[in-house]
């Protein structure tokens, strides 16, 4: 017997700071409802900004 889930994560997104100016930084975090078998920068869409260095502080949690 297995399981199968067929649930889709969700994912919430943190942001450390309200409001930026130029030349301001920020820490971004991302929260999945369960783990991911891979996350990445290639995932997210970024306006008027960039992101970098992203890690991984759970299996759920990332960090940029």
């Known amino acids: ?28 975090t991302f929260t999945f409802s369960e783990a991911v078998a891979s996350f990445s920068l290639d995932d997210v869409v970024v306006s008027s900004g960039a992101l970098r260095d992203l890690s991984a502080a759970q299996t759920n949690r990332y960090s940029a």
């Not at 017997?1 to 700071?17: E, L, Q």
């Open 1 to 28: 017997n297995y399981v199968v889930d067929t649930k889709v994560p969700t994912v919430a997104v943190a942001i450390d700071k309200a409001a930026l100016k130029a030349g301001d930084t920020a820490t971004v």
